[in-house]
């Protein structure tokens, strides 16, 4: 089986290697998956780098931390071979081997099987990307988001969180106001149904009042940092912010106003400890609220050979949509 897999040289630094290697190679799991389709998720750029990111712990190793396949052989009853599945998270492609191999071996708890109608190509269009951007629509919904109160804001609009969240928001009936620091992207943003461009700079400021006119109705932030702290004093009265990324940074420079004068709240969303039913509930949702042609107008054709290109621009900001590994 082929497999992209990190190795250290005699400095202790990470190189890729495309290589052939025996399933006996694989770790310990109840279940064998033949990977269709991976994907190129920001961690996966952390994975791919010479230093692991600080998530690898362990070298040889192979990263992909999300795949859709075919069930082999398994262990447990929950599954059986021909079964299409997906993973995400749990840690896969960090601590665990992923799935930039042709076949992986994993624990039964972290699959979830496909929902009807939606095929392993498109699990991973979607990926761990697009399942965190339908987790933050869900956590903003049970927060008493409704689309008749005003624009979303979504933010790193172009990248995988941001163009999923931008498609599932707009297929909702939402107003979308997308946040972008490529104005080159606007078309494509309008096409997943942005109607409002925001450009980065606008938005980027450090900022000079704590609060500022109520805006934003909601909030899909996959940037973080400065961009964060502004956005906070822009929401409206009672509304949230779903907080997923980093992209702009971790240190978050905000003050405590927007919470205490305008009851906004900031909604943490983890996509890798998810519990099962949860997860099982996210996959059905993106089945019914994402727009599959929207989705394949989001995907950027990739294999292995491509990934430690595309890993390290996807650190620099430099990937479009969806990257998208064709393993079979
Ligand atoms: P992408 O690289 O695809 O998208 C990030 C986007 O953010 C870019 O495309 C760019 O959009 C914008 N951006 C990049 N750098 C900056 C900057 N310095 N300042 C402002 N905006 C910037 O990554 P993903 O969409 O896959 O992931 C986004 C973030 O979400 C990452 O930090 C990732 O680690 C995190 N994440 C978290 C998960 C969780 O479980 N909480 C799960 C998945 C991802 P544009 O050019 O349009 O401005």
Redesign the pocket.
């Known amino acids: 089986m082929r497999a992209l897999i990190m190795e250290q040289n005699s400095d202790g630094l990470a190189e890729p290697h495309i290589k052939e290697i025996s399933e006996d190679a694989l770790p310990e799991g109840d279940v064998l998956v033949r990977v269709e389709y991976s994907t ?4 996966d ?2 994975c791919l780098s010479p230093k692991g990111g600080g998530l690898v712990r362990n070298y040889p190793h192979v990263p992909g931390i999300d795949f859709a396949g075919t069930v082999e052989t398994s262990e447990c009853p929950d599954f059986k071979p021909g079964d299409k599945v997906v993973l995400t ?1 749990w840690r896969v492609g960090e601590v665990h081997w992923g799935g930039y191999a042709e076949k992986a071996r994993v624990k039964s708890d972290w699959l979830v099987p496909l929902p009807d109608g939606v095929t392993t190509r498109q699990a991973m269009a979607v ?3 697009g ?3 339908m ?1 933050a629509v869900m956590a903003l919904e049970e927060h008493g988001l409704k689309p008749d109160q005003g624009p979303v804001l979504v ?9 999923v969240a931008t498609a599932i928001l707009a297929h909702l009936g939402y107003e979308v106001a ?5 104005p080159e ?1 606007a078309d494509y ?1 309008k096409s997943m149904g942005a109607t409002q461009i925001v450009p ?1 700079e606008d938005i ?1 400021e450090t900022i000079k009042r704590p609060l500022e006119s109520e805006t934003w109705a909601g909030c899909i932030d ?4 400065e ?1 964060l702290a502004r956005v906070l004093g822009q929401m409206k009265y009672n509304a949230s912010v779903a ?7 971790a240190a978050v420079p905000a003050t405590i106003i927007p919470f205490i004068l305008r009851g906004v709240n900031l909604l ?5 400890t998810q519990p099962k039913e949860r997860r099982i509930r996210c996959w059905n949702r993106i089945a019914t609220d994402l727009p599959m042609d929207k989705l394949e107008a989001m995907i950027q054709p990739a294999t292995l050979e491509d990934l430690p290109e595309l890993g390290a621009s ?9 990257v998208l590994v064709d393993l079979s």
């Open positions: 190129l998720n920001y961690k750029g952390l998270g990926g761990t990307a399942f965190t951007a987790l933010t790193g609009a172009t990248g995988g969180v941001g163009s997308a946040v972008t620091g490529r992207g943003l980065r980027n996959a940037v973080g940092g961009m907080a997923i990324g980093l992209a702009g940074g943490g969303i983890d996509s890798v996807i650190l620099k900001g430099g990937v479009k949509g969806r």
